[in-house]
Nanobody
Framework: EVQLVESGGGSVQPGGSLRLSCAAS????????MTWVRQAPGKGLEWVSR???????YYANSVKGRFTVSRDNAKNTLYLQMISLKTEDTAVYYC???????????????????WGQGTQVTVSS
């Protein structure tokens, strides 16, 4: 059974930091490109970042320079370090495997690949 479990979300003030984790099981984690996707209130899915099986990273322009994606294959875990958070970063953050990506662009779909349940990130004063 494939399982992706996000954690680390919470409520912070603008300028704050959070570190999200995604624990994977049920598939060969090290062979998969992993992706972070978010969904703000009333908005659609937005690709945030990805890291391929070799460790190469990519970011959406909206988070470039503020977010850092990494992975620990020995622990089957994906991470997203977020700093200098803005109110517009407020969203449910999902990790996903097997999305279609090319460079700094991804077509993300709930019906493609594997998805977690998400973790809430709220940035407000």
């Amino acid at each position: 059974e494939v399982q992706l479990v996000e954690s680390g979300g919470g409520s912070v003030q603008p300028g704050g930091s959070l570190r999200l984790s995604c624990a994977a099981s049920g598939f060969t984690f090290s062979n998969y490109e992993m992706t972070w996707v978010r969904q703000a209130p009333g908005k659609g899915l937005e690709w945030v970042s990805r890291i391929n099986s070799l460790g190469t990273t990519y970011y959406a322009n909206s988070v470039k320079g503020r977010f850092t994606v990494s992975r620990d294959n020995a622990k089957n875990t994906l991470y997203l370090q977020m700093i200098s958070l803005k109110t517009e970063d407020t969203a449910v953050y999902y990790c996903a495997a097997g999305q279609r990506c090319d460079g700094d662009s991804c077509y993300v779909s709930r019906y493609v690949g594997y998805w977690g349940q998400g973790t809430q990130v709220t940035v407000s004063s």
